[in-house]
């Protein structure tokens, strides 16, 4: 047995990759491993997305030199967009690394590691067609009791931000065939998965290039398989966020009432510099019309900050697009110049001080935002799939130092709750199953609360088996 060890940096894309590198070397006799020491191949998973993802990719390379000094057999592998980007130039750089791979070439991964071990080769593989790289669905599949998974849909982008290396490195848009996508779902579901979120750089346009049929109607079908519970999806771009998807939002039973939906800054000028083809009212209307469709949808949004140009008057904006909107969180960033892209060529650039400050203002003025949201939750019933023990060992608010349980709320808002549950008559609280837990307490990241019922089965009837409140 040959211990593979994947550090995964970056997007959830990466993670989904992830998943799949791990299955195309399982047939080469590869099992994942957490112990970095105990590796015979390393696998770098790298994003090119931010100088700072970039930087940690390449630190993580030069620490195995060390390792790979003290255990010659071991093979160093560089995936992901920085491969895609910088190719042979790795090998140069980095004389541990032996084979160097982009995202098209995850299929091929097998074959080019054993000619590294049996023939010592050091390779390049980032062939990069625009065509979906597809695995064989039947191998590899392992059930790792995970029971929330990603499925990638599509690939590539077409949309051009002006900075954003997707485009460049990921290549052009192009959708997997929904036979395909629906067929990985059931095995999933086959395996215990009980929640699945549709991966694509811009899933409001799966499948038009292609003429499959649009993404509502591939959540439709989605929605109709047996097992499955819940569906979520990412990303959405605002740009294209139809009436029809918005309304499936009402229709579908399983689509889970949270939607991802990047706007990146508020003023319509930073807007028209990114090239994201919306303005600050088409979001705002946007954001009106899910809320009409679904009051209880939790909304979430990306930022960047300190893009070239960006006033004072630009930066303002932003702030008030967080009181119009009271997202329930936000992911937000520095910019930082790509080679690839062309905002790396505009003037006026921000400076570190000025964008750190930013970044510190926006993340403070969001804070009161999340917490409210969170606190809105209090004292409400909230269907929580379990994933398992909360990775913290006790909420630091709580007396109580056990272990505890922890999941998801549709909204995608996770609930820790004390895992002494043992109901007569009923199962005890395990991954995979629902419960219904009523929320007491709320924090910044997170909710605490009793549990009131856990279904008696996956799939099975949901009953009021448990009092625990
Ligand atoms: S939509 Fe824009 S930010 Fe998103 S992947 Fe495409 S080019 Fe990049």
Known sequence: MRRLYINTIGCQMNVYDSDQIERVLAP????????????????????????????????????????????????VAVGGCVAQQEGEKILSRAPQVDLVFGPKAIPRLGRLVERVRLQGMRLVDIEASDAVAELDLTS????????????????????????????????????RHPDRILEEIRLLVAGGVREVTLLGQNVNSYGLKEQWGSFVALLAQVDRIDGLDRIRFTTSHPKDLSDHLIDAFGRLDKLCAHIHLPVQ??????????????????????????????????????????????????FEQTLSLLDEVAFDGIFAFMYSDRSVAPAAGFDAKIDDAQKKARLQALLQHQEAFTLAANQALVGRMQ???????STRPGLAEEPSA??????????????????????????????????????????????????????????GIKGETCHAA
Not at 383 to 389: A, D, K, N, Q, R
Not at 423 to 448: D, N, Q, Y
């Open 140 to 175: 590899g599949f392992r059930d790792d009791g995970q029971v929330s998974r990603f499925v990638t849909i599509m690939q590539g982008c077409d949309n051009f931000c002006t900075y954003c290396v997707v485009p460049y490195v990921r290549g052009r848009e192009a959708s």
């Open 402 to 459: 056990r272990r505890q349980w922890s999941g998801r709320t549709p909204g995608n808002k996770i609930v820790n709750f004390d895992q002494e549950l043992d109901c007569t008559g009923g199962e005890t609280v395990r991954p995979g199953l629902m419960v219904g837990v009523r929320i007491e307490k709320a924090f910044s990241h997170s909710l605490w609360g009793r549990p009131v019922w856990v279904e008696e089965k996956p799939g």
């Open 28 to 75: 080469g006799g590869y099992t994942r491993t957490a112990q970095l020491d105990e590796a015979d191949l390393v696998v770098v998973n790298t994003c090119a997305i931010r100088a700072k993802a970039e930087q940690k990719a390449f630190s993580f390379v030069g620490r195995l030199a060390k390792l790979k000094k003290r255990r010659p057999g071991l093979i």
């Open 265 to 314: 800054s508020g003023s319509d000028r930073v807007l028209k510099r990114m090239n994201r083809r919306y303005t600050r009212e088409v979001y705002l209307e946007r954001i009106a019309r899910l809320r009409q469709v679904r009051p209880d949808m939790a909304i979430t949004s990306d930022f960047i900050v300190g893009f070239p140009g960006e006033s004072d008057t630009d």
């Open 383 to 389: 269907e929580i799939l379990v994933e398992g023990f």
